[in-house]
Every structure is written in C-alpha cells, then in structure tokens.
C-alpha cells in the first residue's frame, strides 16, 4: 500500500504530551517537516525551553538540550560558537522568550547570532496553569489577570517580531498564525526561509508562530482558533518583518 | 623551564588556553577584568572565541551550551557576578558537564566592595545553587599554583562530568609573581560521545538535560553524582601542610590568607611558638581526614581559622577536628585582610590561653 501521509524523519515516535486544540504539535511537525527537506538531522541542536515545550528534546529526533527558563538563546550561542557548521535552533514560549529571556533573546539577535529561534506566541503562560504572559491581550482573563489585563497595572503586551526586527543583527523575523491550513502552509514556508537564512549564514533568524491555548483559554480547540484569528492577529499583524538579503 | 612574571588574572587565561580552552564567556566586573581582557586578546590568536555576554547570567548559559557540546570553555566573575551565575552551575553539575568558573572573590554581601575577600566560601563549597552538588573548589596561593590548578581543573572537570570552581581572591588575581606553564601533562580522559555534536545514524540522539519529571529517575541521576563524588573524595582531596611535626598550635587557612600566615608562623617560631599550617588546596573535597589526624596528636593543642570572611571554613575545621581539641577563629572581612601582627597576637591568646 502506498504511503500517502507520514511522520516526518526528524520527530522521534514518543506521542506528544500536548492539550488537545494545541497548536505545538503542528509546529514540532513543521519544524520536523523543514529539518527532512533541509537534510540537516545530523548537524542541527535544539534548544528545548522551559514551558509547555520543556519535554521537546523526547520529540525532536536530533541532539537536543534543555535550558534553564528564557536562556536557550544564549545556550544557543555557546553551542553554536563551539560548532560554527551546525544548525542550531530554540523553540520558545511567550513566557521564556519575552518575559524573563528578553535579554537572551535581544542580544542573541543583535549579535546576529547565526541561530534560527521557534517562537511560540499564545498569549499565555501553559506550563504553569494560565498566568498573564508578557503578550496577553489588553482585556484577557488569566489567572494573574483575573479581571482582563488592565494596561495601567500590568503595562502593555510585547510586540517581539516588531521590537527585533529594528536591530541590525536580525536577518529574517516574521511573524506567522497556525490557525487554519492556508495559514500553516504560510508558517512552515517562513520557518524554512528561517532556517536556510542560518545555513547561509546571514544572521539571526525568527519565526514567531501566534498559537493557541484551549486549556487554559477556556475554550474549544475550534474557539482557540477562531480567537487567533479575531483577536491576536488584529493586535500582531502578521508578516515579515525583517528580511535581509544576501 | 622558563618563567614569565606575570598578573595573576592574566595567568588564569594563559593556564586556560595551555589546557586547551578555546571558549571564554565573560561579563564585566571588578577585580578579574584583566582575564576577560587577556583571553578577548589571545583566544582569536588561538582559533577559540572570546564573547563578552550581556550579563553573567547569560555568560554562564553559553558555557552551559559549549560544554554541551564538549568544548573545553571557561567563565570567571567575582562575588556578585558569581551568585548570579549560581542558576547556570546548578544546571551544568546536574546536567554532568565539566568546565572551569573563576571567581576572584571580593568584599559582600551586596554590591560590597572591589578589595579582596574569601566570604564566598559557603557558597563555592556547599553548592551555591539550588539542588543536591559541589563544584570540585581549588584554592590557589600562589601565582604558580594558580597557573597549574587552572590547568588541572580542567582535566578533573573532565573526568569527572563537573564543574570545577578556582576560588581566588583580588589579592591574587591583581599580584605579580614569576610562573611556568610547562608543567601541564594531561590526565587520560574519556571521550565526550554524549556531547551535542549532530546525532550521526549510528546513534540515538544526545539530549543534555537535567529535568527528571519521575521523582525515581530524578534521585538516580543524584545518586550517581554522589557515587562520582565519592570517586572525588577518595583520589583529588589535597592540601599543604608547613611546619605542623611539632606545633602547638595549626592554623587553617588558604589562598591568599595562608600565604600571610606562613610568615606569621615564622616569626612566631623565631619568638619560640611553635605553630604549623594546614593549607587546604581542595576546599571541595575538604580536607577533613588532615585535620582529624593532626587533632590526635598529642603535641597538638589548639586550632585557629584564619579568614578574610565572619568565618565561614572554620565550619569545616571543626567538622575535621570533630571535638578532639578547641577550635578558634580569627578574621576580617568586607575587603581588610588581616595583618601578621593582629594574627600573632591572636596566636599568643591562645598559646598563654590553652
């Protein structure tokens, strides 16, 4: 029989731990789906984050390492500066990349560190059961926000695509949505342009995927998806933001 | 062999890259700048890289990614760089990663001040991160042994799948004394094959990794640390000691503060009161088995803990010495460094005391 739709090389058969309506396991798969097409299984690490992502080094089929909360860039840094001719990447969470790794994360990109970073944007912290994340919408109940964000308390979410692509070391930022399949055809497109922005040398490099959290957004896996689309986009347009040419 | 007279801070770097280091992350701060300096200089001659990080947190995480990927790699710091470097430590012993951290250790708490201090010592020597490990802490006191034990530590952080801490003080990093770097030789080491290098067909892939969710495989991955130290306790305790066949009275100090002491002692031999030092090199393995011998003797009457800290070691003297005879301590602290005189006259209380 013919083999019409498989698992990419790269995800190892461990069966993700992701919520139902989670968007994680469309990106593990993209990122899979771009390391096969790419052929660099055997020369790319992954920094694996702290947050819902911490256990990704059991599902990418490749040399992984886990990092300490918001430092996978600069771990990322050291590996790469060790191995200069492998393919390096971070897979991190609104909480880990823009709140308590925003040094890393800044000074990663304005060194134009030669590393391809996986933001996962879905306005919320996962891992720790719903907390205000540095990207929660003005208005959205999380726990830590019990009665909307109110900006004059909690400040204002954090465009991050927005604030890297001003620096002169970042190649490629874009920011894309998984929230139908048009739309993730579209992200996996910017993930490989991504990562062959790395392997070509020209910078640092990130993709800021807007995701969904059902469990903790209170929502259907379908209403998660309906809210990307009619609330986070509207506040993150999506788009490339940066581009450098060769 | 020849020698070369060099600052102690500068030493650090060269011993490093005798070793073999070609990695230095590194962050701005008062007395170690001279090393950042040196290996931004010399690490590009060699091949290696020289990256100054924007803080010492990240400093120590790209060290924690290099060693990851089993590079020879070096961070140093001094007193409030270190304690924010104290997440990354923790990470890299329970992740089984060896490199070398230098702290030239300064005046605290706080932001305290620029001038010498050993008030770190607690923090070097039972853990200073979260979680259940040591460092293996040396002690140099001299520029000599600096150079050797930077050289060393790499080799034991190697063969043992840990960090290892160099604990100096400003008073050593800024002195100028000769030093060789012939007398490196290298230990046998096992090869790295759990490093992060790209999973080849042959091989699962490599995960570096210290999260355990399952309480069971969390305690087997510290218990198999302790095994290990237990290996470090049997084969890498080492101290020095001077004058100790007959003294009356052993001080314990190290670094910097046993080298003042020496001369204490004689001086206090030429006034006809006979003390001895013992000189821990290894301050993690401590050296408690020395102390425990030389409480026995009969001849010996009294122990004294001299330190640039409120007394910190003299916790671990009196472990060694365990009740066999009295422990003092005498020190001073936030960057004074305690003169002969006051030193022997703490000694004569004592002797005229006891």
């Known amino acids: 029989m013919a083999v019409v739709f498989d698992k990419p090389r790269a995800l190892t058969d461990t069966p993700f731990h992701y919520c139902p309506g989670c968007t994680h396991g469309i990106v593990h798969r993209l990122v899979a789906e771009v390391i096969d097409e790419l052929d660099i299984q055997e020369k790319t690490i992954g920094i694996a984050p702290v947050g819902c992502a911490v256990f990704a080094y059991n599902y990418f089929d490749c040399d992984m390492h886990e990092a300490a909360h918001g430092r996978a860039p600069a771990v990322a840094t050291g590996i790469k500066r060790v191995l200069p001719d492998n393919v390096v990447f971070t897979y991190q969470g609104d909480g880990d990349l823009a709140s308590i790794g925003t040094a890393e994360i800044v000074h990663a990109a304005t060194r134009g560190e030669k590393i391809t970073t996986i933001f996962i944007n879905n306005a919320i912290y996962g891992m720790t059961g719903g907390q205000m994340a540095p990207t929660t919408l003005p208005g959205q109940v999380t726990t830590t926000s019990p009665y909307g964000?109110?900006?004059?308390?909690a400040g204002h979410p954090v465009r991050v695509s927005e604030m890297l692509s001003t620096l002169d070391g970042a190649a490629h930022i874009e920011r894309v949505s998984v929230h139908d399949v048009p739309h993730i055809i579209k992200a996996k497109k910017a993930i490989k342009k991504?990562?062959?922005c790395q392997i070509e040398g020209k910078g640092f490099s990130l993709v800021e995927v807007l995701s969904t959290c059902p469990s903790n957004w209170g929502m259907t896996p379908q209403e998660a998806m309906d809210w990307v689309r009619d609330n986070m986009i509207p506040y993150y347009p999506l788009g490339v933001k940066k581009e450098v040419e060769a | 062999m020849e020698k070369v007279l060099m600052k102690g801070n500068e030493v650090i770097g060269e011993a490093a890259i005798q070793a073999g280091c070609r990695y230095f992350f590194g962050y701005p701060i008062t007395p170690q700048n001279e090393l950042p300096a040196y290996m931004a200089r010399r690490l590009p001659q060699e091949g290696g890289v020289f990256l100054q990080a924007e803080s010492e947190i990240s400093a120590i995480n790209m060290v924690y990614g290099a060693a990851g990927a089993g590079a020879r790699v070096m961070t140093s710091s001094s007193s409030p760089g270190i304690s924010l470097k104290q997440e990354g430590i923790s990470y890299i012993a329970g992740a089984e990663l060896p490199c070398v951290i230098v702290n030239i250790m300064r005046g605290g708490p706080g932001l305290g001040g620029i001038q010498p201090g050993q008030a770190d010592y607690f923090q070097a020597t039972k853990g200073g991160g979260h979680g259940d490990y040591h460092p293996i802490v040396l002690a140099p006191s001299t520029i000599q042994e600096l150079a050797d034990l930077v050289m060393e530590g790499f080799d034991l952080a190697d063969a043992y799948r840990n960090p290892v801490m160099v604990l100096g003080d400003g008073m050593l990093g800024q002195m100028m004394e000769p030093v060789s770097f012939g007398g490196y030789r290298g230990r046998t080491l096992p090869p790295k094959d759990w490093a992060t290098t790209g999973k080849t067909p042959d091989r699962a892939p490599n995960i570096i990794n210290s999260l355990f969710i399952d309480p069971q495989e969390l305690e087997d991955r510290v218990l198999h640390i302790?095994?290990?130290?237990?290996?470090?306790?049997a084969n890498e305790v080492r101290c020095e000691t001077y004058r100790c066949e007959d003294a009356k009275i052993i001080i314990a100090a190290y670094g910097t503060m046993a080298r003042v002491v020496k001369?204490?002692?004689?001086?206090?031999?030429?006034?006809?009161v006979k003390v001895g030092l013992i000189r821990p090199v290894t301050l993690w393995p401590f050296p408690y088995d020395e102390f425990a011998e030389w409480a026995a003797k009969p001849h010996v009457k009294a122990f004294l803990?001299?330190?640039m800290s409120m007394g910190q070691m003299v916790e671990d003297v009196r472990l060694g010495v365990n009740g066999q005879k009295p422990v003092h301590f005498y020190g001073r602290t936030g960057g004074m460094v305690?003169?002969?005189?006051?030193?022997?006259a703490e000694i004569k209380k004592i002797a005229g005391g006891e």
Do not use: H
């Open chain 2, 263 to 272: 001369n204490v002692i004689d001086r206090a031999a030429a006034e006809g």
């Open chain 1, 149 to 153: 964000r109110d900006t004059e308390v």
């Open chain 1, 194 to 196: 991504a990562f062959t």
């Open chain 2, 305 to 307: 803990s001299v330190e």
């Open chain 2, 226 to 233: 302790y095994e290990k130290y237990e290996t470090v306790k």
């Open chain 2, 338 to 344: 305690p003169e002969p005189e006051t030193i022997l």
